[in-house]
């Protein structure tokens, strides 16, 4: 089992930046690959960026590349998701989620485990 907490997210004016973490516990993390995923109101939930296990290999869709980064600590069992030059349009719930390891995903039924959220929205 692994448990994951999201923080970080909060209000913002658009052109802003965040960093959002998901603190992990349970099971190994190192043996997860992790990915961040967003919902934003009315939406269905969507894939932003996948890290595998080592950090070395990453997934992030082109709707936001460029904007968001994705990175792990696996020392801190810990994985982030850096954003800049917010847009209102970045307003969501973001989510992070464990898949174990192999190829990473951006299928949100591949994921095991996630998080509870963390909000964030972007004023214009």
């Known amino acids: 089992q692994v448990q994951l907490v999201e923080s970080g997210g909060g209000l913002v004016q658009a052109g802003g930046s965040l960093r959002l973490s998901c603190a992990t516990s349970?099971?190994?993390?190192?043996?997860?690959?992790m990915g961040w995923f967003r919902q934003a109101p009315g939406k269905e939930r969507e894939f932003i960026a996948a890290?595998?296990?080592?950090?070395?290999?990453?997934n992030v869709t082109d709707a936001v590349k460029g904007r968001f980064t994705i990175s792990r600590d696996n020392a801190k069992n810990t994985v982030y998701l850096q954003i800049h030059s917010l847009k209102p349009e970045d307003t969501a719930v973001y989510y992070c989620?464990?898949?174990?390891?192999?190829?990473?995903?951006?299928?949100?039924?591949?994921?095991?485990?996630w998080g509870q959220g963390t909000r964030v929205t972007v004023s214009s």
């Open positions: 989620a464990a898949d174990r390891p192999g190829t990473i995903s951006t299928k949100l039924d591949e994921y095991d485990y």
């Open positions: 349970g099971r190994a993390f190192i043996t997860y690959n």
């Open positions: 890290i595998d296990w080592s950090g070395r290999s990453t």
